[in-house]
């Protein structure tokens, strides 16, 4: 029987909903509305609660996240927004953080390079896989430093900040995954800005 998590994807990829603030191709019924908020309620479980129920791993098997990708300011979270550009409310699958152009984007944990090429809305973008189904992609970059195939440690320089594909000024959209689903990147974010004060 196909698990819940997997009919769930399922179904938001044949109503269009691939990525950060994808709308879909066509107007949405109220069901299929319902759906896409229920993605965000199972991001919330990703993060703590019903691990063993839906088959996604605990946090402590996240190694993506060990330290701040870059600096700057918190701009937009993680979650249903209405597009800064296009309008509309659709689904903002990470983070962004703002500073100015050319600032350092670092990899946020250990892993392999597995993509470094210009999407459409992300603009030029790095995906880094940290294994166990979870991978980071670091969005909008004027510059990648990385070659797909690079290993990389936590704290390495990957890219500099830009202002690429959809975006209205520099900043970097970071997003942690977990195999193709979105997961909200704060909790991760905020142990390891705590891991860092601590090590001070």
């Not at 609660?49 to 870059?70: E, K």
């Amino acid at each position: 029987m196909e698990s819940p998590v997997c009919a769930l994807r399922a179904h938001l990829k044949s109503v269009g909903w691939h990525g950060p603030c994808s709308i879909s191709p066509r107007k949405l019924t109220k069901g299929e509305r319902m759906i896409q908020l229920l993605a965000i309620i199972m991001t919330g479980l990703s993060m703590g609660m019903g691990h063993s129920a839906w088959n996604i791993p605990s946090s402590t098997q996240n190694t993506a996240v060990q330290v701040m990708p870059t600096e700057g300011r918190f701009t937009s979270d993680f979650g249903f927004r209405k597009h800064p550009i296009r309008g509309g409310h659709c689904m903002h699958a990470g983070v962004d953080i703002a500073n100015e152009k050319g600032t350092d984007i670092e990899a946020s944990g250990a892993g392999t390079v597995v993509s470094v090429e210009r999407e459409r809305g992300y603009g030029l973008m790095v995906v880094i896989d940290h294994g166990h189904g979870w991978t980071t992609r670091y969005a909008h970059l004027s510059e990648a430093l990385v070659k797909e195939g690079d290993k990389v440690a936590a704290g390495t320089l990957i890219a500099k900040m830009g202002s690429t594909g959809s975006s209205t000024g520099s900043h970097l959209h970071f997003e942690v995954r977990h195999y193709t689903f979105a997961v909200n990147p704060m909790p991760y974010l905020t142990m390891a800005r705590a891991a860092y004060a601590v090590n001070q």
